[in-house]
Each structure stands twice: as C-alpha cells, then as structure tokens.
C-alpha cells in the first residue's frame, strides 16, 4: 500500500490548480440514468471515486466514456439492462445510493444495496428511503438490498426532511425530475453540489426552481433529454489546499477558487489571521510572519462551516497560539484524526462531539495513519508544519478524493513524495 512522505519546513508559494467538485461529479454521474440520450461531464476530477461510480454506472449497462485524460466523462444509459446495484461495488461508497432515485423514477424499479463508505459514523440512508417513498416508491429492505419499486412511475409530493441530507436532497431531486405532478423538497440541503445538479437537470429538461435555497420545487416532466454539463470546483479541496500555506506560511493561489464556495471557511481563516483574496484567477491566500491565532469551529449544513474541512483545519489550530473548540455537528466518530495528530506532538481533549485543541509551538515528524479520507489530508498538512518526517499510511483513502496530491503539493515548494508499494 503506497505511503506519503512529507518533510516539514519551508514556506510554499505558487499556484495549485483546484479539480472539478468529487461529490458533485458523484451525483452528477447518476443523472444519466434519467435519460436515454448522452450526458457529458466536463472538468470531471480524476479519482477512484469517480471510478467506482463508472463501474457501477457500467455495471446496471450504462456507457461511461473517460475522455480527454480523465476530465471529460461521457455518458449514455439507453442501453440499460440491469436494475441491480451489486454489494461489491457498493460497499465501497456510500454515494453509490444515489443510483436509486434516477433509476426508480425512470424505470420503475431499482435494487440497490445498502452502502458502505468511509467510517464516519452510522450514517443511515432512511431519510432518501422516505422521500421516495412519499414519491409513492414501494421498498422493501431484504438481505441487505433495498428493493425499490415504482408501479406507473413516481408522483410529485412534499417532502419536509427532518435533518438536511446531501444525498437525500440529490437523490428526491432527480427523481422528482420524471414524477407525475410537483414536487416540494423542504429543509432541503443548500451545497453547491445541490446547485450544480440542478442546473445540470435543467439543462436536461427539467424544471427545478429554488436550489441553493432550503426549498426546492420540481415539476415533473415526461422525459429528459442528453446535456453537456461542467463540474463545479471542489469547493473540499480549494479549503484543504488554502489550508497549506495557512499551516506553511508563504503565499498560495487556488487556481478556480471562488469565495461563495467557501465563504464561512474564509472567515475563520480570516479570524485567525490568515488572508484570503478573491483574484481574477482564484483565491489568494498569504500567511507571513508569526503562529495563527486559535478560533472556534462548529461545523454545519452548507452555508455554514463544512464537516469536510474540521479535520483539515484542527491539523491548522494544533499549531495557533491558544485554546480553540471544534464542535462537530454533522457527523458521530469524526475525530478519529485526533489521536493521529497527538502522534504528532498536538494537544487535543476529544469528548462527544467537541474537541478542544490547545496550540504547540511545533509539531514533530512521526509515522501515522489515515483512517478516512480528510482525516488523512489533516495529517498532511500538520505534516507540512511539523519538524522532521512524517509518513502517512494507508492513503488509498486520499486517491479516493483528492488527485495527485504529491504533486499540487510539491509544484508550490513542499517536500513531498510518494513512496509505491505493491502488495
Ligand atoms: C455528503 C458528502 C460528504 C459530506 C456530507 C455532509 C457526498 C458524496 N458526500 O454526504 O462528503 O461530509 O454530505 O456535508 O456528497 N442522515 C440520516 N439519514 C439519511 C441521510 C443522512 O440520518 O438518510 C444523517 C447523516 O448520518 C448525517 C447527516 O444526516 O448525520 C448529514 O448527512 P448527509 O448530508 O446525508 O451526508 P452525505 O450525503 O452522505
């Protein structure tokens, strides 16, 4: 299993070039399954996530096409010819659920198996299992598959979610594209992905109105026709990335970073004592002199601070001057990078859902291990701060949400290498 390396020290500047958004490309991709004709995605990200939903999509008969290196992703679902999510595919991510709204609402019928992912708590699918069964679905879950079934299609109907749901959102939303009839999605989720789905339906045929706010409604039409739609950036990895010089020092642009996509996320850079600037290139951001002041972070449904960026920025806070509290909100079991860090010479007191970091001077170079996918990015950026050399183990995570990392990374002067291993 590859290993990366990182040596700490030294301030980075230059530019990153910021990817086509990972969870907006993995529903974005299900949307073909609405349509008979061809759906083309531009400023795809190039990531094992995205190839596991091409083998999913390719394994219910759909064509998915990798042009152009990877950043374009054609595909076609009129020759669908299997209702079946398998388990083995599945299992390894949880978006992969997001195949059942489209083809429930296009066919009438969908087995998909319950899903896997990164273990960051329980994290249920019930709340996408309500909308669409307020949608009129029948399900039934057995041996560990949902079994999904539409007799005479969908219907439109309110559907008010107790707890803002990505996935949720995304998945009652294409399927309310093909319901009979209008559709209310209430306490819908407001991320930029949700947007970006919606105008990729829309260019589609369908007539969504109010997305990126927290009620959106759908009129159902008959068909939906082929699109050609780009990514929107990965508004996960322009924070992460802003995070290296804000960890380094130095100055940095996020090539594509705009500042709506991280808005409460730059506050608290901000706060910290770290600038950010909107240029006409991107977003750029300059620490010089000096240790970050601590700030307080309680993560929320977007617009407010994403649970995507805590790990990240606890790596950030373990070396600011003072006491800063993390609250995370969104997840159970988000902390399991905290125990990583401490490896590191970082002083973190986890309880619940809150933990409370107390700044270092420095951090120490050690070995340590991703257990999830931005947990493991925290631990290469504390790596850029920390004295001497820390390996991170087990960064299939990583490949999983964030392209050639050893390279963004060592382009603006970090000293970061990837050590292959075949088992
Ligand atoms: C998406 C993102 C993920 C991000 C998360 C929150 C993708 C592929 N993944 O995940 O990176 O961390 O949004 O911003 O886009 N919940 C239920 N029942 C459900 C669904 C969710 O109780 O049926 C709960 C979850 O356990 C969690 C909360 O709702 O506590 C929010 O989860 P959700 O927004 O659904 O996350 P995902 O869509 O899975």
Known sequence: MDRIVVTGGGALSGQIPIAGAKNACLTLMPATLLSDEPLTLTNAPRLSDIRTMTTLLQSLGAEVTA??????????????????????????????????GPMLARDGRAIVSLPGGCAIGARPVDLHLKALEAMGADLELRDGYVHAEAKGGLKGAVVDFPVVSVGATENALMAATLAKGTTVLKNAAREPEIVDLAHCLRRMGAQIEGEGTSTITIQGVDRLNGATHPVVTDRIELGTYMLAPAIAGGEVELLGGRMELVAAFAEKLDAAGVSVE???????????????????????????????????????????????????????????????????????DVHGGTATVTGVERLKGAPVMATDL??????????????????????????????????????VGAKIERVREHD
Do not use: W
């Not at 374009?72 to 997001?98: E, F, P, Q, W």
């Not at 994403?306 to 079991?333: H, K, R, W, Y």
């Not at 990015?377 to 087990?394: F, K, P, Q, W, Y």
């Open 67 to 100: 042009l152009n290196g990877g950043r374009v992703l054609a595909l076609s679902s009129h020759g669908l010819n299997n209702h079946t999510a398998d388990y083995d595919i599945v299992r390894k991510m949880r978006a992969s659920i997001l195949v059942l």
């Open 278 to 348: 909107q240029t006409a290139a991107g977003l750029k951001v300059t620490r010089k002199n000096g240790r970050v002041s601590a700030v307080d972070v309680r993560t929320e449904p977007f617009p407010g601070f994403p649970t995507d960026l805590q790990a990240q920025m606890m790596a950030l806070l373990c070396t600011a001057t003072g006491l800063s509290v993390l609250e995370e909100t969104i997840f159970e079991n988000r902390f399991m990078h905290a125990p990583e860090l401490m490896r590191m010479g970082a002083k973190i």
């Open 374 to 411: 931005r947990a493991s990015v925290s631990l290469i950026l504390a790596g850029l701060a920390a004295e001497g050399e820390t390996v991170v183990n087990r960064v299939y995570h990583l490949d999983r949400g964030y392209e050639r990392v050893e390279e963004k990374l060592g382009n």
